[in-house]
């Protein structure tokens, strides 16, 4: 596959495409048990070129969930813990005088990967977690006033844990934005949680992964995504979606035009992951909560009513009607 320019994106691509993704979701199932759409979600977070956030309680499987991905597509993992006394240079790296050369080295920090694992991260404090912001954005850092560029492909998967708010930092909303896509894992079911029992006690179950596809795989299954077709009427579609958001009386800030671009990207690679060479209206609504849940913020009101973000997202998704009828 080459990764200098976008493909057409045909029929042969979309088999291709759907093929390798098939491959890759199938790897990492060996050790994310019972959680197919779960892993389906990170892959199309991963291939829609963003960032993951995942939020859900300790032990269900979220580190695993990471390294089942780098080590299904041959990527360097940088795992931070974050912690109340993380420093911003623990994230990005520090420059060191070094008295042979008599000059200043930089040595770079664990976001020099292609997969950056960011446990906890609302345990840091603002500042540090701000050190992640430019690297998000621009898959680059500048230390001392030198830039340096970032992996590719570049992703952080950043986990957190919604029950204990005890000393921690919630996210800005500038950071939750700068994530494509937020999903939990959820509790395995009776049948998933035995095969976990028979097969996760012993260690290196992950280390025993081997890889099915290599970055530049990745690189080129990114670039396709963006010839995959969507019609002027989706788009449409998707602009009266991000209008419903704003409009809604439970929602005090509605969806960005950052998020409408967000949802057409990985609705295109929904589309390409089942084959197909352009978006339906199922491709979006599929997707829909995991990329405007998050970036959503309700009324005071609303939120003592038990409101949440993603039923309004589900009523957002009932209300606006689909711009054509179904062949």
């Known amino acids: 596959m080459s990764t200098t320019e976008a493909p057409a994106f045909d029929e042969t691509r979309a088999y291709q495409f759907a093929t390798a993704f098939n491959a890759i979701r199938d790897n990492m199932q060996h050790v994310i048990r019972g959680k197919q759409s779960v892993v389906e979600m990170t892959l199309l977070c991963l291939l829609s070129g963003g960032h993951l956030l995942v939020e859900d309680v300790?032990?269900?499987?979220?580190?695993?969930?990471?390294?089942?991905?780098?080590?299904?597509?041959?990527?360097?993992?940088?795992?931070?813990?974050?912690?109340?006394?993380?420093?911003?240079?623990d994230v990005t790296g520090v420059s060191v005088w070094n008295r042979n050369t008599a000059s200043f080295e930089f040595r770079r920090g664990p976001v020099f990967t292609e997969l950056v694992l960011a446990d906890e991260i609302n345990r840091a404090s603002p500042k540090t977690q701000s050190a992640l912001l430019e690297s998000m954005a621009e898959a680059q850092v500048t230390v001392d006033g030198v830039t340096h560029s970032l992996s590719t492909p570049f992703m952080v998967l950043a986990t957190q844990n919604p029950i204990e708010q005890e000393g921690t930092y919630p996210l800005p909303e500038a950071q939750l934005d700068r994530f494509l896509m937020r999903?939990?894992?959820?509790?395995?079911?009776?049948?998933?949680?035995?095969l976990i029992l028979e097969t996760h006690e012993t260690d290196g179950i992950v280390d025993r992964l081997q890889p099915v596809a290599n970055l530049q795989d990745v690189i080129a299954m990114c670039h396709m995504v963006?010839?995959?077709?969507?019609?002027?009427?989706?788009?449409?579609?998707?602009?009266?979606?991000?209008?419903?958001?704003?409009?809604?009386?439970?929602?005090?800030?509605?969806?960005?035009?950052?998020?409408?671009?967000?949802?057409?990207?990985?609705?295109?690679?929904r589309a390409a992951a089942q084959g197909r060479v352009y978006v339906t209206d199922d491709d979006i609504k599929s997707v829909a909560t995991a990329v405007i849940a998050h970036r959503m913020i309700l009324r005071p009101e609303a939120l003592l009513q038990g409101t949440t973000a993603p039923a309004v997202v589900a009523d957002v998704l009932r209300a606006v009607p689909v711009p054509y009828d179904r062949v």
């Open 58 to 89: 300790p032990g269900v499987g979220k580190t695993l969930l990471a390294k089942a991905l780098g080590g299904s597509i041959g990527a360097k993992i940088g795992r931070i813990q974050f912690t109340p006394d993380l420093l911003p240079a």
């Open 183 to 194: 999903i939990s894992v959820g509790y395995p079911d009776r049948a998933d949680e035995l």
């Open 226 to 269: 963006t010839a995959v077709q969507i019609a002027p009427e989706l788009r449409l579609y998707l602009i009266d979606l991000a209008a419903a958001t704003r409009a809604h009386p439970a929602v005090a800030l509605g969806m960005s035009p950052r998020g409408t671009l967000s949802l057409q990207r990985v609705a295109r690679s």
